[in-house]
């Protein structure tokens, strides 16, 4: 079963950048859909992007087009978020979630447990 860990968060400047990491165990990642979720207090779970495990399409939320860059790593098992020229708005808790069955876009909905995800602060 597909074990996924998120790292990689921090307080950053509004402008920097920031790398995350979902790191999996007990299954091979690259034959799952991943996405990366962001949490807000207040707010709904939401995909912020998601890489297919059909064609390696991806995907991004519109707030974070041109701005966030999904890649995976097959030999290290990993799927990264490069998140470049923060802003506070993109603050939260990150996690990332995979599909074997469905591919991009992800639903929160569709997962009935999550893991403690990372936390990204942004300053202005």
């Known amino acids: 079963q597909l074990q996924l860990v998120e790292s990689g968060g921090g307080l950053v400047q509004s402008g920097e950048s920031l790398r995350l990491s979902c790191a999996a165990s007990g299954s091979t990642l690259e034959y799952y859909a991943i996405a990366w979720f962001r949490q807000v207090p207040g707010k709904e779970r939401e995909e912020v992007s998601c890489?297919?495990?059909?064609?390696?399409?991806?995907h991004y939320a519109d707030s974070v087009k041109g701005r966030f860059t999904i890649s995976r790593d097959n030999a290290k098992n990993t799927v990264y978020l490069q998140m470049d020229s923060l802003k506070p708005e993109d603050a939260g808790v990150y996690y990332c979630?995979?599909?074997?069955?469905?591919?991009?876009?992800?639903?929160?909905?569709?997962?009935?447990?999550w893991g403690q995800g990372t936390q990204v602060t942004v300053s202005s």
């Open positions: 890489i297919s495990n059909r064609d390696e399409s991806t």
């Open positions: 979630k995979g599909d074997h069955y469905y591919t991009c876009p992800l639903y929160s909905s569709n997962f009935a447990s």
